[in-house]
């Protein structure tokens, strides 16, 4: 998919990958989707948005795991109010996921 294809291509430059995939990307989508969104529009809107900001992956399982996703970090940033928490957790699923790509 998608996913794959862009991880493979900047697989080859390792650290312009990991900088954009596990701390950019995932600093501006918690910082926009959570910090922004979930105190003013709720967990599962912000959580629909999430996932439907995934739908260039190309594919609904992973849109349907993103909005998951979305949801499970959205619950756990309206719980803890905790930035830095939500955004380890997600820099560490990331990680995950490009380590079972590449």
Do not use: C, D, M
Not at 30 to 46: A, D, K, N, T
Not at 60 to 78: E, N, P, R
Not at 80 to 100: M, P
Request: charged share 10%.
């Amino acid at each position: 998919g998608v996913v794959e294809k862009t991880i493979q291509i900047l697989g080859e430059l390792p650290l312009i990958s990991l900088l954009y995939f596990v701390i950019l990307k995932v600093f501006l989508e918690e910082y926009f989707f959570r910090w922004f969104l979930v105190p003013r529009v709720g967990i599962i809107i912000s959580s629909i948005l999430f996932g439907l900001a995934h739908i260039g992956y190309g594919s609904i399982g992973q849109i349907i795991g993103a909005t998951l996703l979305g949801g499970i970090l959205a619950v756990a940033y309206k719980q803890n109010k905790s930035f830095t928490t939500n955004f380890l957790a997600h820099a560490i699923y990331n990680l995950i996921v490009i380590s079972q790509v590449i």
